[in-house]
């Protein structure tokens, strides 16, 4: 968005102390659409055809540049109108005009680009378009000119390379006004990217090329096909990183979801299992050192967390019971999803389900490994008819903050643990006497 600002100097009033009121208004305006918006295209066909470009401008005031701009325009055939003095219009780009006793300039009106952050508004100082409406004119003219090097012109505009300078007749009609050429060459500089293509070109035609470059990738930006667009829409629909609102029809397609993973994955299967070791790209040294990472990482976690169980279930699932029924799984998910790093590790709240369980069975005098089997069975009947159906949508709906709350009960739930352990030590033990 860019603001454009209206600055009223009323001189006329001043005290004796030399206080005057200033009137500041400002308001957004809309990005051009190059893609919609036919006018946007006629603006700048008809600014390379008469332009008005001025590169490494070496002056270091505002004043100074906006002069070499309007004698540019003044001089240059294209642009010169009979009976139009150009130099004659630079009191009207400033508020102070007609008061000569007052040595301050403030832009009349201009337009900017602004990024809204959560902090305010930041502005885009490396350029600064200037309107101006000129009652004499009999058609509109637009002059760019690049500095040398950045520009301090005070507050929004410490590091300006780009000056903007659009004078339009007083009466025009509604799409041909100042204001909407400066939204059309607003829209051009709003962009980080063409701002630096600009300052590698050379000379003028090299300037006119990088315009109209700009123009095609803001025309073909939002250009898609039809049948892609109806394409990306179907994936959206169960795809649960998009932002698109869940319906009741998502979940009612039995398989669809799973019909597009093995769209989107097929393609890539092998080469999960391959990049790293073959082709031009392989590294074979990173492989392998990433493989003893994930080997140590993985191997420590298990080892915890199956003593852990093994002390729980009182050994009916110990340490190498745990690390070898983690092999077996990572094997078997690693194959199927067709993603090797993605490795299932036995977590805390795991261990915490495993020691309800066991806890469980206890009371009711049940199997335990019987029990724990169907418990893993039926799990497996509601992983698939959620594979089915699309439950995985749902994640959606799930923020930060959940897994904030389940990890903050995983840690309040070893902490009591850790608080028994502790109480039993100083319970069951005698403390040992002083010796003498």
Same mark, same amino acid.
Not at 213 to 221: D, G, M, P, V
């Given at each position: ?16 102390? %030399? ?16 893609? /919609? ?5 006629? @603006? ?16 270091? #005031?505002?004043?100074? !540049? ?13 642009? #010169? ?14 508020? @102070? ?5 007052? =040595? ?8 900017? %680009?602004?990024?809204?952050? #959560? ?30 090097? &950045? ?5 929004? +505009? +410490? ?26 060459? %607003? ?34 930006? =939002? ?5 892609? /667009? ?9 795809? &649960? ?21 093995? +769209? ?41 967390? %199956? ?11 110990? !340490? ?40 469980? +069975? ?10 724990? #089997? ?30 904030? !709350? ?9 902490? !009591? ?20």
């Amino acid at each position: 968005m860019e603001p454009s600002k209206v600055l009223n100097f009323l001189p006329s009033d001043a005290d004796d102390s %030399g206080c005057v009121l200033l009137n500041t208004s400002r308001k957004y305006v809309k990005l051009m659409n190059f893609e /919609e918006e036919v006018r946007a295209h006629r @603006d700048l066909d008809g600014f390379l055809a008469r332009a008005s470009i001025i590169l490494d401008e070496t002056a270091p #005031a505002l004043d100074d !540049v906006l002069k070499r701009m309007l004698h540019h325009m003044g001089q240059d055939s294209h642009t #010169a109108e009979p009976g139009c003095h150009f130099e004659e219009f630079m009191s009207m780009l400033f508020t @102070d005009a007609g008061a000569q006793e007052i =040595n301050a300039h403030l832009v009349s009106e201009t337009i900017q %680009g602004v990024t809204a952050t #959560a902090t305010g508004v930041q502005y885009q100082q490396s350029w600064l378009c200037i309107l101006c409406n000129v009652k004499s004119l009999q058609r509109r003219h637009v002059c760019i000119s690049r500095l040398e090097r &950045p520009q301090n012109w005070g507050e929004n +505009c +410490c590091e300006v390379r780009y000056v903007i300078l659009i004078l339009a007749p007083l009466k025009m009609k509604s799409t041909k006004t100042a204001m909407e050429l400066g939204r059309t060459f %607003g829209t051009l500089f709003s962009d980080i990217s063409f701002r630096q293509k600009l300052l590698e070109t050379k000379t003028q035609e090299e300037f006119k090329e990088a315009l109209v470059f700009q123009r095609h990738q803001l025309t073909a930006a =939002n250009q898609q096909p039809a049948a892609v /667009e109806e394409e990306e829409e179907e994936e959206e629909e169960t795809d &649960p990183h998009s932002h698109k609102p869940l319906k009741w029809k998502d979940f009612f397609r039995p398989g669809r979801g799973i019909y597009e993973d093995l +769209c989107r994955r097929l393609p890539l299967y092998s080469s999960d299992f391959t990049d790293g070791v073959v082709g031009s790209n392989k590294t074979v040294l990173k492989y392998m050192t990433t493989a003893i990472f994930l080997y140590i990482a993985i191997l420590l976690p298990a080892i915890a967390f %199956g003593s852990l169980n093994d002390e729980r279930t009182r050994g009916e699932i110990d !340490v190498r019971k745990t690390i070898i029924g983690q092999s077996i799984g990572g094997l078997i998910y690693s194959l199927f999803a067709g993603s090797p790093l993605v490795i299932p590790l036995t977590t805390a709240p795991l261990a915490i389900f495993i020691s309800v369980i066991r806890g469980l +069975c206890d009371d009711y005098d049940l199997d335990f490994p019987a029990f724990y #089997a169907c418990i893993g069975l039926w799990n497996s009947l509601f992983l698939i008819l959620g594979g089915i159906f699309n439950v995985s949508l749902l994640m959606k709906l799930f923020k930060r903050s959940t897994e904030e !709350v389940i990890a903050l009960f995983i840690s309040i739930a070893f902490v !009591v643990d850790a608080l028994k352990g502790t109480i039993k030590n100083h319970t069951e033990y005698i403390p040992c006497t002083p010796f003498r």
